[in-house]
């Protein structure tokens, strides 16, 4: 069982930025995948960017250019630092890890982007 802690949300104007954080209760060097996803209400849940083991990334579309994740390895997290917001990147965000071929998730951070 691995526990995520997401912090990092809240509300920002547009263009402005933040910086979302995943700490997971086991190492991050045991987990083969991390990522941060998002849902709108009425919508699917979202890839926005994930990173491996190895540290490759992907970033969504919509995310390029923007966003970047990232991993602290000393503080044992994963980061998701967020330029340039938009009111469409509003969403609750969640962490997910994959650990010994099962997905766990947080329970999410809230991004609210709104003059």
């Known amino acids: 069982q691995v526990q995520l802690v997401e912090s990092g949300g809240g509300l920002v104007q547009p263009g402005g930025s933040l910086r979302l954080s995943c700490a997971p209760s086991?190492?991050?060097?045991?987990?083969?995948?991390m990522g941060w996803y998002r849902q709108t209400p009425g919508k699917e849940r979202e890839l926005v960017a994930g990173?491996?083991?190895?540290?490759?990334?992907k970033h969504a579309d919509s995310a390029k250019g923007r966003f970047t994740i990232s991993r602290d390895n000393a503080k044992n997290t994963v980061l998701l630092q967020m330029n340039t917001l938009k009111p469409e990147d509003t969403a609750l965000y969640y962490c997910?890890?994959?650990?010994?071929?099962?997905?766990?998730w947080g329970r999410g951070t809230q991004v609210t982007v709104s003059s």
């Open positions: 997910s890890v994959v650990y010994r071929g099962v997905d766990y």
């Open positions: 990173i491996t083991s190895s540290g490759s990334t």
């Open positions: 086991v190492t991050i060097f045991s987990i083969n995948r």
